[in-house]
């Protein structure tokens, strides 16, 4: 049995990546704020195990706590590969530096990056004996890289997950049963976070007019080819050796 934690998996990203992970084989644990009823619905139609945990991800300790309860109610004789990904995240706030207020930052920062620091430290910590394939896979951004007016918090996080996932990877190096872990672009998908990019205003969000036109030429991915894409990519032989990637180029 594969067990897949997957955050953010309400909407978007993660509720594509979780629809497309259902199987008999599988026991998903997924975490947003929202309720994920519809998608326990779809587990049980495919006959999954499904633990849906409602948790504000914003929130690193009742993260933490629910990933670890949640993996403490699995049988751990019954799991043949464990994966974490660590997918919930937020373009808000979306201004220039001047206008953030300290409490959006604190929540930005500990959604887009100090929870998945923080699931990825007590997911290596709590399978470290298990001998199994393990692998993280962390939802990072072409902002990571590429500076966008009006989006400091979200790139400063972004790049900051890179540079976490380069760091775990080498600490990973000569480990028995080391853990693979990416950070991983997926290009621009049609989600609410792109809706609201577009209603952002422009004097707040520079490029909106760009991202407008993005939407307008149809040249959104759709969630779940993206989401195909990714689950492939996570059982190729060759993940983890490219610790940062983009999926546009791989
Ligand atoms: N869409 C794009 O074009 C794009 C491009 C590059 C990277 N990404 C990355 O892809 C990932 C998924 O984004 P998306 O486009 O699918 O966004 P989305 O449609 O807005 O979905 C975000 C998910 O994260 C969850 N989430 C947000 N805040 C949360 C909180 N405080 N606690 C718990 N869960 C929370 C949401 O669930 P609840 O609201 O129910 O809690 C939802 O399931 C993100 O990491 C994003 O940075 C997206």
């Excluded at 998903?28 to 633990?51: E, P, Q």
């Excluded at 009006?150 to 790049?159: L, M």
Aim: overall charge neutral.
């Amino acid at each position: 049995m594969h067990l897949t934690i997957i955050t953010g998996a309400s909407r978007g990203l993660g509720r594509a990546l979780a629809e497309a992970s259902l199987g008999p084989d599988r026991l998903l644990l997924c975490m947003a704020r929202s309720s994920m009823a519809d998608l326990a619905m779809a587990a049980a139609r495919h006959g999954c195990l499904l633990d849906a945990r409602s948790v504000n991800l914003a929130n690193v300790n009742a993260a933490v706590a629910a990933l670890a309860n949640g993996i403490g109610e699995v049988d751990v004789s019954m799991v043949t590969a464990a994966t974490l990904i660590n997918n919930a995240g937020s373009v808000d706030p979306v201004k220039p530096a001047e206008k953030l207020k300290p409490e959006e930052v604190a929540a930005s920062v500990a959604l887009n990056l100090s929870t998945p620091i923080a699931l990825t430290g007590a997911f290596l910590r709590i399978t470290a004996g298990w001998r199994v394939p393990r692998r993280v896979l962390n939802i990072t951004s072409g902002a990571a890289h590429h500076p966008y007016h009006g989006w400091s918090v979200y790139c400063a996080t972004k790049a900051g997950l890179d540079q976490f996932s380069r760091c775990v990877a080498l600490e990973q190096e000569g480990l028995a049963n080391a853990a693979k872990i990416v950070s991983l672009a997926p290009g621009v998908i049609d989600t609410a976070m792109q809706e609201q990019l577009r209603a952002a205003s422009a004097d707040d969000f520079r490029e909106r007019g760009r991202f407008v036109a993005l939407h307008e030429g149809g040249e959104l991915q759709a969630p779940a080819e993206v989401a195909q894409r990714i689950l492939a990519y996570l059982q190729h032989p060759d993940y983890g050796t490219q610790v940062v990637a983009d999926l546009r180029k791989i």
